[in-house]
């Protein structure tokens, strides 16, 4: 909905998660407020999230939060106690939408459709009174020297507004596609502010092996993916779900190992183990086994593997324990034995490179932390610009933390911003 303001309280660039839950707050309050979106439509990143159905936050305590940020997450710690994913739940349950909670503390909308999250939200913001600017790319954001000291902010529509304050929600450059390529970190930039360098977080990983493009597509279920050091032990390890794809693997613990994976790609290609059977110790494994082949003991040794293992593995797991497929089982002898259980708990690959950034579920890097108040996100380089979301130097792991740290930093912001303003006026 486009009005004839020329001059706000407020200009919002960006309508993801942090921009519309900002500028309907800060809106609700009765100050005049602008949301700039460059696409057609609001929250087109949030429609792709968690493959449709929006994993939007986390059930997990606090703490857990600023944990899965890393170093960073202590910049967080007032927005995530500010806005917690309690009080996420509750704002949609407001609007009217329910949600679930699935394995990992995951949360979704009980539709499991990702677009009621962004319908709830564009709700939220029509309830508001916001003004909403779609297809407005944001070329400039200048400071205007004189009365109020106030902002101006020109689209590529050639439109030109006028604001006391500015928020910058433009998330990241990952999936370009949907309006994220870059453009708050010009802009912060242009305002004097530094920008870590940018570099793909969450991010699929592409294998050397050939083996695993026959695998594309399968999906392997509480398995443990371990990165492998110098010395052979684990340095970093995770339990859960994985994908085989065209070029490597990809899914939640892949993606949880991610960032690590690049730290050690800095040295060269990074050797992984998947262990297919953790649950089981060494000799459980072998027990298992001692009684398939009991049951198959006339068969060969590749039809002796399908109650073990996913059919689509077996061939794999065949050629890289080194046993003759036709042997049959009742000849096996214990050092091949041996080979096929090493190659179930230590299933070599190596990682040879991330996907690109554009292929990253967030960015890693963004306006340096160190020029942003963790207590209101508003700007420590100029007075009156606000930071919420992926466009700041935050990333964490997946299972809905950081769409959480979008709702909670844009929540934050919106407070700083709301109480600047009643300063102005007062």
Not at 155 to 164: E, N, V, Y
Not at 300 to 327: A, H, M, W
Not at 389 to 400: K, L, W
Not at 401 to 426: C, D, M, P, R, W
Request: one cysteine or more; a positive charge; aromatic letters at 6%.
């Amino acid at each position: 909905m486009l009005k004839n303001h020329k001059e706000y309280d407020l200009i919002v660039i960006g309508a993801g998660a942090a921009g519309m839950l900002a500028a309907g707050y800060v809106a609700q309050r009765g100050y005049r407020v602008a949301l700039l979106e460059r696409n057609s439509i609001l929250g087109k990143k949030l429609l792709i999230t968690g493959k449709g159905r929006c994993n939007l936050t986390n059930a997990g305590d606090e703490e857990e939060f600023i944990n899965a940020f890393g170093k960073q997450g202590s910049f967080l710690y007032s927005a995530i106690y500010s806005f917690t994913s309690n009080d996420t739940i509750s704002f949609f349950k407001n609007l009217g939408l329910e949600t679930k909670v699935e394995r990992g503390n995951r949360v979704f909308p009980v539709t499991d459709k990702s677009h009621d999250v962004v319908d709830k939200l564009e709700l939220h913001l029509k309830k508001s009174g916001a003004d909403i600017f779609l297809e407005h790319r944001v070329k400039k954001v200048k400071k205007k020297d004189g009365v109020d000291s106030q902002y101006t902010v020109e689209t590529t529509k050639g439109k030109i507004l006028k604001s006391k304050t500015i928020l910058l929600t433009t998330g990241g450059a990952s999936y370009p596609k949907t309006g994220t390529t870059g453009d708050g970190y010009k802009l912060a930039e242009d305002l004097g502010h530094r920008v870590v360098p940018i570099s793909p977080a969450l991010v699929p990983l592409e294998l050397a092996e050939d083996w695993a493009k026959e695998l594309q597509g399968l999906s392997l279920r509480n398995v443990q993916l371990s990165i492998v050091g110098p010395k052979g032990k684990a340095i970093d390890s995770q339990f859960g779900e994985m994908i085989f794809t065209h070029f490597g693997i990809s899914g939640p613990i892949v993606l949880t190992l991610s960032n690590q994976v690049q730290v050690c790609l800095k040295k060269g290609p990074v050797p992984l183990h998947i262990n297919l059977k953790p649950a089981l110790t060494l000799e459980q494994l072998d027990n298992r086994i001692l009684r398939d082949f009991e049951e198959f003991a006339n068969k060969q040794f590749k039809n002796s593997l399908s109650q073990l293992l996913p059919q689509k593995l077996i061939p794999v797991i065949i050629r890289l324990s080194q046993v003759d497929p036709e042997k049959k089982v009742n000849q096996i002898t214990k050092s091949e034995r041996d080979r096929l259980i090493q190659s179930l708990t230590e299933l070599k690959c190596t990682v040879v490179k991330t996907r690109p950034l554009e292929e990253a579920i967030v960015t890693a890097g963004g306006v340096d932390l160190k020029e942003i108040d963790p207590r209101t996100m508003e700007s420590k380089v100029r007075e009156g610009i606000y930071f919420a979301g992926e466009v700041m130097n935050i990333d964490g792991v997946t299972g809905g933390y950081n769409l959480q740290a979008a709702f909670s930093t844009g929540y934050l912001a919106a407070k700083g911003i709301e109480e600047k303003l009643e300063e102005v006026t007062t």
